[in-house]
């Protein structure tokens, strides 16, 4: 059993940045550790993964560039560094770990984050 908790979201203005961090307890990421984002009437889509173990990162490419995702692991943290932040960018952010399929899929995460909400104004 893994608890994934987000923070660092918020609001900021176009071509601004920021930082979010998911940190694990209970035991630690395994397989991909992912962030996914929704914002409101759309479906979940897929931001940045990294392997925990190779360090293997990918990216959605309307996010490339722009977003890094890394990993700590002696603070069982991912982070994604969001930068030249742009409107469509606004979300709720959610970070996933436990994949079992493809990590551009939601599908077979077994762990979810409660999300942290980033709002990016014009």
């Known amino acids: 059993q893994v608890q994934l908790v987000e923070s660092g979201g918020g609001l900021v203005q176009a071509g601004g940045s920021l930082r979010l961090s998911c940190a694990a307890s209970?035991?630690?990421?395994?397989?991909?550790a992912s962030w996914f984002r929704q914002a409101p009437g759309k479906e979940r889509e897929f931001v940045a993964a990294i392997s925990w173990i190779v360090g293997s990162v990918y990216y959605a490419e309307s996010v490339k560039g722009r977003f890094t995702i890394s990993r700590d692991h002696a603070k069982n943290t991912v982070y994604l560094q969001m930068n030249i932040l742009k409107p469509e960018d606004t979300a709720v952010y959610y970070c996933?770990?436990?994949?079992?399929?493809?990590?551009?899929?939601?599908?077979?995460?077994?762990?979810w984050g409660q999300g942290t909400q980033v709002t990016v104004s014009s």
């Open positions: 209970g035991r630690t990421f395994s397989n991909y």
């Open positions: 996933a770990t436990g994949s079992s399929g493809r990590y551009y899929s939601t599908e077979g995460y077994n762990y």
